[in-house]
């Protein structure tokens, strides 16, 4: 007998949605990859279609709160969402549905699944079977994200580095006088990119990262007038 979101076969949102970052930090780094694969269609990214779609279903989930409660990324990348499992009855969001459809479509194509039940498994059949896919699409992805430590802590350590860089404005060593304008460039650079990499991984970075961008435009446009 096929079985729907509450089923065995699907995590339920507090399983699937456990680790998953605050939403403001998950849409910051859903415009992150967008920008990051400008050349490739958002609709055939699998990354991104999984985690708009597994946004889409959290955001629309009963207000309660998860194991832990609410909250942002943390500095193990491990923030919390919000919502609880779908009772006997519930439906699924229909914008969430239509996306998690979409990420079957594309790992029925490429093979690309990493759940233990492919797309086309018949416990995904019925009407919502598509977001129980979805669930233990995300659930597998974001544990293997968060499994990298050693690349979580490689953002830690350069967002720190980023921040160090930050207290010295730029000097040239002993002088006292502004860097060369290239150095003061790659710096820049260097703090969008560390920052951006930890709003990946869950960590609440956003306002550094929008505040590094805005320090890398004006220095951009400075390069340019000068």
């Known amino acids: ?6 089923g065995p076969a699907a995590p339920t949102p507090e399983e699937a949605y456990a680790d998953a970052p605050a939403p403001h930090v998950e849409t910051a780094a859903m415009l992150n990859l967008a920008r990051a694969n400008h050349g490739t269609p958002q609709m055939h990214d699998r990354e991104w279609v999984m985690r708009h779609a597994a946004l889409l279903d959290r955001t629309m989930l009963p207000a309660a709160t998860l194991p832990g409660g609410t909250g942002t990324g943390t500095g193990t990348g491990t923030g ?3 919502g609880t499992a779908g009772g006997l009855g519930s439906l699924p969001n229909p914008a969430a549905l239509g996306a998690a459809l979409q990420l079957r479509q594309l790992d029925r194509h ?3 699944g990493l759940g233990p039940l492919g797309p086309d498994a018949p416990e995904w059949n019925g009407e919502d079977g598509a977001i129980g896919y979805l669930r233990q699409e995300y659930l597998a992805w974001r544990g293997g994200q968060l499994s990298d430590l050693t690349e979580v802590r490689a953002a830690m350590r350069a ?3 980023a921040a160090d860089d930050n207290v010295r404005p730029g000097q040239t060593a002993g002088s006292g006088e502004p860097g060369p304008h290239e150095l003061l460039l ?13 709003v990946d991984h869950g960590i609440d970075a956003v306002a550094d990262q929008q505040r590094a961008e805005q320090e ?4 951009e446009a400075a390069g340019v007038q000068g």
């Open 80 to 82: 919390t969402g919000t």
């Open 159 to 161: 967002v720190s580095e």
């Open 216 to 219: 890398l435009l004006e220095l």
């Open 1 to 6: 007998m096929p079985n729907n979101t509450t």
């Open 110 to 112: 490429g093979s690309t």
């Open 186 to 198: 790659d710096l820049a650079r260097r703090r969008v990119a560390a920052y951006a990499k930890a």
